[in-house]
């Protein structure tokens, strides 16, 4: 059931998905920093700027997550595309977990 080759193989995808993600939250952390106003009154740009961020993240981990396992499904490599969804998505749990657990460690 477990296959090394393809859990190798989606590594660098959910990897990929966390460098995206600390990327997006960095820059949403320091987004008054980076982006300051100098004092202007909000304008439409802010939810114009923030939906299109949306979508591209919502398009970039589509990417990410599903485009070579759709690939290999399609090219009828049905069960190892199925299997790197799960990894993938199972990698990016497991990072999600290991997260937590350094957050609660440098609380306590």
């Known amino acids: 059931?477990?296959?090394?080759?393809?859990c190798k193989q989606s590594l660098p995808y959910s990897v990929g998905a966390v460098?995206?993600?600390a990327t997006v939250a960095t820059i949403m952390q320091n987004a008054e920093r980076?982006?300051?106003?100098a004092g202007k009154p909000d304008s439409v740009l802010a939810p114009i700027g923030f939906l299109l961020l949306l979508v591209t993240s919502a398009a970039t981990?589509?990417?990410?997550?599903?485009g070579k396992p759709?690939?290999?499904?399609?090219?009828?490599?049905k069960r190892e595309g199925l299997m790197m969804v799960v990894y993938t998505i199972g990698q990016l749990a497991a990072f999600t977990v290991l997260l937590f657990v350094i957050l609660a460690s440098m609380r306590g």
Do not use: E, Q, R, T
């Open 70 to 77: 759709l690939m290999l499904y399609i090219d009828g490599k």
């Open 61 to 66: 981990m589509g990417m990410l997550i599903f």
């Open 1 to 6: 059931m477990f296959d090394m080759k393809i």
């Open 19 to 21: 460098a995206y993600v």
């Open 34 to 37: 980076i982006f300051d106003s």
